[in-house]
């Protein structure tokens, strides 16, 4: 696919799920869908997959991966479904992953490393974020069967701040005990903190029947489906049904979740466009940062670190380990080590940005490997103090070339994250190999 052939499909600049479409073997016209994801924008966000100018294939690799770049190579059509808002295009993005399990969304990630909203089998249903990995032990436990599951969601920080939002139109129970089995453990019951900001409608107090506490879970169960348009149709109905009663305190109520459904305020999923532009654009619709970090006594025992922080959170099971295999008391020589070694592995995701400890030396090092392997990333070095505290982030103003888009507290938080967690797992390295040293 071109970057011409984007005019073709007429994308709007509007929220929504978009999908990468390639032939069937054996057939011209018969498409299948090889790659789904979700957009603030979907013109933009599309546009940003096929840069122009030269030596694009170079530029898609170098910003979006092999794997990215294999399946624009596949793709012959873009379709879309556009959405109301942010947070909608969140959950159906979730839902079509897990209806048509596109071979590249697939290839991204590991299934156990998705998060899922799970719905719990009770009287008064929790509503959980959980792991893939987690469900199979989760449904073991005692009142943790399970009634319904969303998803996969591919970033468990958007998933976070889109359930908040959520929350806040349906409040719903998630660890708080019910009024009734406080009772009967001989237990006063209390409303929970959730319940005292309502986020909760109040099970662990009382306040709300099994059968009004399970209208509230059909509710966000018919969101979650996309079935937001019948949804409002059935409050609607619940709303003028109350108003004839003369339960106008409680038509009231649902005369709010009405509006809050039809203006769903969701500004903190919306993606700074500035922040979206780094590099073009971010490895798989999130910034991805590698730290790393050399730790040794002396020149003995060398180790390197690598880990990953993708859209603010760590992703250990991307973590690397490098023993360096000339013991020297060199961390630049060290560092130029381990990335030469990293960067030759071309089937691993490429980062955003690079995190280094030290200063200038470090990042001149960097700079070093990267040019002779000709891969161009934003580098930053953070600086210690004597206490070996945080005083500075050298290069952050370089990563846009004016700093401006990407010098906010969240960049430099997860840049810092990313740094004291590579110290912390390459120190955790060189002491199993000194233990090992001590071993008779």
Same mark, same amino acid.
């Given at each position: 696919?071109?970057? &011409? =052939?984007?005019?073709?499909?007429?994308?709007?600049?509007?929220?929504?799920?978009?999908?990468?479409?390639?032939?069937?073997?054996?057939?011209?016209? !018969?498409?299948?869908?090889?790659?789904?994801?979700?957009?603030? &924008?979907?013109?933009?966000?599309?546009? &940003?997959?096929?840069?122009?100018?030269?030596?694009? &294939?170079?530029?898609?690799?170098?910003?979006?991966?092999?794997?990215?770049?294999?399946?624009?190579?596949? !793709?012959?059509?873009?379709?879309?479904?556009?959405?109301?808002?942010?947070?909608?295009?969140?959950?159906?993005?979730?839902?079509?992953?897990?209806?048509?399990?596109?071979?590249?969304?697939?290839?991204?990630?590991?299934?156990?490393?998705?998060?899922?909203?799970?719905?719990?089998?009770?009287?008064?249903?929790?509503?959980?974020?959980?792991?893939?990995?987690?469900?199979?032990?989760?449904?073991?436990?005692?009142?943790?069967?399970?009634? =319904?599951?969303?998803?996969?969601?591919?970033?468990?920080?958007?998933?976070?701040?889109?359930?908040?939002?959520?929350?806040?139109?349906?409040?719903?129970?998630?660890?708080?005990?019910?009024?009734?089995?406080?009772?009967?453990?001989?237990?006063?019951?209390?409303?929970?903190?959730?319940?005292?900001?309502?986020?909760?409608?109040?099970?662990?107090?009382?306040?709300?029947?099994?059968?009004?506490?399970?209208?509230?879970?059909?509710?966000?169960?018919?969101?979650?489906?996309?079935?937001?348009?019948?949804?409002?149709?059935?409050?609607?109905?619940?709303?003028?049904?109350?108003?004839?009663?003369?339960?106008?305190?409680?038509?009231?109520?649902?005369?709010?979740?009405?509006?809050?459904?039809?203006?769903?305020?969701?500004?903190?999923?919306?993606?700074?466009?500035?922040? =979206?532009?780094?590099?073009?654009?971010?490895?798989?619709?999130?910034?991805?940062?590698?730290?790393?970090?050399?730790?040794?006594?002396?020149?003995?025992?060398?180790?390197?670190?690598?880990?990953?922080?993708?859209?603010?959170?760590?992703?250990?099971?991307?973590?690397?380990?490098?023993?360096?295999?000339?013991?020297?008391?060199? =961390?630049?020589?060290?560092?130029?080590?381990?990335?030469?070694?990293?960067?030759?592995?071309?089937?691993?995701?490429?980062?955003?940005?690079?995190?280094?400890?030290?200063?200038?030396?470090?990042?001149?090092?960097?700079?070093?490997?990267?040019?002779?392997?000709?891969?161009?990333?934003?580098?930053?070095?953070?600086?210690?103090?004597? %206490?070996?505290?945080?005083?500075?982030?050298?290069?952050? %103003?370089?990563?846009?070339?004016?700093?401006?888009?990407?010098?906010?507290?969240?960049?430099?938080?997860?840049?810092?994250?990313?740094?004291?967690? !590579?110290?912390?797992?390459?120190?955790?390295?060189?002491?199993?190999?000194?233990?090992?040293?001590?071993?008779?």
């Amino acid at each position: 696919m071109k970057t &011409s =052939d984007l005019t073709k499909f007429n994308l709007p600049d509007a929220p929504g799920v978009y999908f990468f479409l390639a032939h069937r073997r054996g057939g011209k016209h !018969a498409k299948k869908i090889i790659y789904i994801g979700k957009a603030t &924008s979907l013109k933009d966000r599309v546009k &940003s997959y096929l840069p122009a100018g030269r030596q694009v &294939s170079q530029r898609i690799l170098l910003t979006r991966g092999p794997k990215i770049e294999k399946m624009l190579e596949e !793709a012959t059509g873009i379709t879309f479904i556009k959405t109301d808002s942010v947070l909608e295009a969140l959950l159906l993005e979730a839902s079509m992953i897990k209806k048509y399990q596109p071979v590249y969304n697939s290839k991204e990630k590991d299934d156990k490393s998705y998060n899922y909203v799970v719905v719990t089998k009770e009287d008064y249903p929790r509503v959980l974020i959980e792991r893939g990995r987690n469900l199979v032990s989760l449904s073991g436990k005692k009142g943790y069967k399970l009634k =319904d599951l969303f998803g996969p969601f591919p970033h468990g920080s958007e998933l976070r701040v889109a359930m908040k939002i959520i929350r806040k139109i349906f409040p719903y129970r998630d660890t708080c005990t019910p009024c009734e089995i406080s009772m009967k453990n001989n237990k006063f019951c209390k409303p929970c903190f959730n319940a005292q900001i309502g986020f909760c409608p109040g099970p662990c107090a009382g306040s709300i029947s099994k059968k009004d506490y399970q209208k509230i879970i059909k509710h966000l169960t018919l969101f979650f489906e996309g079935k937001k348009t019948a949804l409002i149709r059935t409050l609607k109905r619940n709303m003028n049904e109350l108003a004839k009663k003369e339960q106008f305190e409680e038509a009231e109520r649902i005369k709010r979740q009405i509006f809050a459904l039809e203006h769903i305020q969701d500004i903190a999923l919306l993606k700074n466009k500035q922040e =979206d532009s780094v590099r073009g654009f971010a490895s798989h619709g999130g910034l991805r940062i590698e730290a790393y970090d050399i730790a040794h006594i002396s020149g003995t025992n060398v180790v390197g670190a690598m880990v990953v922080v993708e859209d603010g959170e760590l992703a250990k099971s991307q973590y690397r380990k490098f023993k360096i295999r000339l013991d020297r008391n060199n =961390d630049t020589a060290n560092l130029k080590e381990v990335l030469s070694r990293r960067f030759a592995h071309t089937e691993w995701i490429l980062p955003d940005i690079i995190v280094v400890d030290g200063g200038v030396g470090q990042i001149n090092a960097a700079k070093e490997v990267f040019k002779n392997i000709g891969f161009h990333v934003g580098i930053v070095s953070v600086v210690k103090d004597q %206490r070996h505290k945080a005083r500075e982030i050298l290069g952050l %103003r370089d990563l846009d070339g004016g700093g401006h888009a990407l010098k906010n507290m969240s960049l430099e938080k997860s840049i810092l994250l990313a740094n004291s967690e !590579a110290h912390r797992f390459a120190i955790k390295y060189h002491k199993v190999l000194r233990g090992k040293d001590f071993k008779i």
